[in-house]
């Protein structure tokens, strides 16, 4: 008698406790993050597949591919090909290929890039059923970037140019579209 009653009570303790976390949890906001329409923000810390870094005042690859890097990965996922190009001091990277299926994103290579040319990039969401969508070549990547910046930057500046061009006070012409007259579907009435 003495055992069962000190069970229930030990069970009314639990339940006690129990309920009062979840009455604590109720009232809090939720954490939800509806996924496809809301994405995370990711920590600084974050660690997504490595990605060259911009020279600021050349606006190219900081990488001068010394292959540091490539000799520093356990797990032999990086291929660094680079050239010596007329009137530069030192060689410019050519290549810079990842495979990101072989990656333990371990971080030696970041550590041993003396020059910081390397950092990891905060892109979470690499889902592919395809191979070869893992194999990247980010010097490549960060010259389309750089295109992309540049015709983005041009476009931007033609806009602007046309815009002062017109004369002030003048709305800028537009094509009209003639009235269709308003047409109900069968069936419906007004």
Same mark, same amino acid.
């Given at each position: 008698m003495k055992n069962s009653l000190k069970e229930i009570a030990t069970g009314f303790n639990s339940?006690? /406790?129990?309920?009062? %976390?979840?009455?604590?949890q109720f009232f809090k906001p939720p954490v939800t993050v509806q996924y496809p329409h809301e994405s995370l923000?990711?920590?600084e810390k974050f660690r997504g597949h490595i990605v060259l870094v911009r020279d600021p005042e050349t606006g190219k690859a900081k990488c001068f591919a010394c292959k540091l890097c490539e000799r520093a990965c356990p797990s032999d996922c990086i291929t660094v090909e680079g050239a010596k190009l007329e009137g530069a001091k030192k060689k410019s990277v050519?290549?810079?290929?990842?495979?990101?299926?072989?990656? $333990?994103?371990?971080?030696s290579c970041?550590?041993?890039?003396r020059d910081?040319? %390397?950092?990891? @990039?905060?892109?979470?969401?690499?889902? $592919?059923?395809?191979?070869?969508d893992y194999i990247m070549d980010l010097f490549q990547r960060l010259e389309n970037e750089r295109l992309e910046a540049e015709r983005?930057?041009? $476009?931007?500046? @033609?806009?602007?140019? @046309?815009?002062k061009s017109e004369a002030p006070g003048q709305e800028p012409k537009t094509t009209e579209q003639p009235a269709t007259p308003n /047409?109900? $579907?069968?069936?419906?009435?007004?």
């Amino acid at each position: 008698m003495k055992n069962s009653l000190k069970e229930i009570a030990t069970g009314f303790n639990s339940l006690v /406790t129990g309920m009062r %976390i979840t009455l604590g949890q109720f009232f809090k906001p939720p954490v939800t993050v509806q996924y496809p329409h809301e994405s995370l923000k990711m920590p600084e810390k974050f660690r997504g597949h490595i990605v060259l870094v911009r020279d600021p005042e050349t606006g190219k690859a900081k990488c001068f591919a010394c292959k540091l890097c490539e000799r520093a990965c356990p797990s032999d996922c990086i291929t660094v090909e680079g050239a010596k190009l007329e009137g530069a001091k030192k060689k410019s990277v050519t290549q810079y290929v990842l495979d990101f299926t072989k990656c $333990s994103l371990c971080g030696s290579c970041v550590e041993a890039c003396r020059d910081g040319a %390397i950092r990891y @990039s905060h892109e979470y969401n690499l889902a $592919s059923t395809n191979k070869e969508d893992y194999i990247m070549d980010l010097f490549q990547r960060l010259e389309n970037e750089r295109l992309e910046a540049e015709r983005l930057q041009g $476009s931007l500046k @033609s806009e602007d140019q @046309s815009l002062k061009s017109e004369a002030p006070g003048q709305e800028p012409k537009t094509t009209e579209q003639p009235a269709t007259p308003n /047409t109900q $579907s069968p069936g419906t009435a007004e």
